[in-house]
């Protein structure tokens, strides 16, 4: 996947302005998110092997905030053959420009739908996956609730969804600690201060995280019949549930 190196916070601006999701984004996406999130190649490749056990014939697989594709590619590999149907979605028409010519770089036989929509507007059906990979936590809170219980009647009984998100932790001792560690991850990626602080501000009105209580409370409040984090790499998660 084509990769310019994400600088977009590298000098500094007087006014910050709201994180968005523009063509800035889109062009540095693939490695801005890679120097910021830890373990997401690994989390990426594991979608693939929960999609293998998971995806039935004629069935549907949602990647709800598709952003370039990164995950739909992961599953699409897997599911040659299965007549399963994949569903992209996301809002951002920069970021869905460059899915398509991410996909397009692949020969396969599974048909993906690229969708331009609010995930808060798009009906369900027939889903045996579902996929929210860091895209909950950029909804407004008061608007998860609902959009979980309608991606719960649109999937199949056994169905699974894998959301995986930044943590926010009541404790402030375990809080301060692995925003601690994450900033090192992201020094370590070769984030300047500057970039770091600038970013965060960015971020600040935009993506407000959960905690895993509030996560799991959520799921099982809604219907799922099985809750577990799978993964964890100091605040970031991720986690599935099964129908
Ligand atoms: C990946 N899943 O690489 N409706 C549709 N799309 C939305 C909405 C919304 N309401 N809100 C945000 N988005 C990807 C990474 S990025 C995560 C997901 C991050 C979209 C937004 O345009 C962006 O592309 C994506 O959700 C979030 O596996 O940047 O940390």
Redo the contacts with the bound molecule.
């Keep these: 996947m084509h990769s310019s190196q994400d600088t977009i916070y590298a000098q500094a601006t007087d006014v910050i302005a709201d994180f968005a999701?523009d063509s800035r984004?889109a062009g540095v996406?693939n490695d801005?998110?890679r120097r910021?999130?830890p373990g997401?190649s690994q989390?990426?490749n594991t979608l693939a092997d929960f999609a293998d056990r998971f995806v039935t014939p004629n069935s549907q697989v949602y990647?709800?905030?598709?952003?370039?594709?990164?995950?739909t590619l992961s599953v699409r590999r897997k599911i040659e053959g299965r007549q399963a149907k994949i569903i992209a979605?996301?809002?951002?028409q920069s970021?869905l420009d460059r899915c398509q010519e991410n996909l397009n770089a692949y020969r396969s036989d599974i048909e993906v739908e690229l969708l331009c929509?609010?995930?808060?507007h798009v009906n369900f059906s027939d889903a045996s996956m579902v996929?929210?990979?860091?895209?909950l936590?950029?909804?407004p809170p008061e608007d998860r609730d609902a959009l979980i219980a309608s991606i719960y009647q649109g999937m199949q009984p056994g169905a699974i969804l894998v959301i995986?998100e930044k943590l926010r932790f009541e404790d402030e001792v375990t809080q301060q600690l692995l925003d601690e560690l994450h900033l090192d991850f992201k020094r370590a990626n070769g984030y300047s201060e500057l970039e770091i602080s600038q970013k965060r501000s960015a971020l600040e009105n935009v993506?407000k995280p959960d905690t895993i209580e509030t996560h799991k409370q959520r799921l099982l409040t809604t219907g799922f019949s099985h809750f577990s984090p799978w993964f964890q790499c100091f605040n970031f998660t991720s986690m599935v549930a099964i129908k």
């Design positions: 999701f984004v996406f801005m998110i910021s999130v997401y989390i990426i990647d709800l905030g598709c952003s370039l594709g990164s995950a979605v996301d809002n951002s970021m929509a609010d995930i808060r996929i929210l990979n860091f895209t936590q950029f909804l995986s993506m």
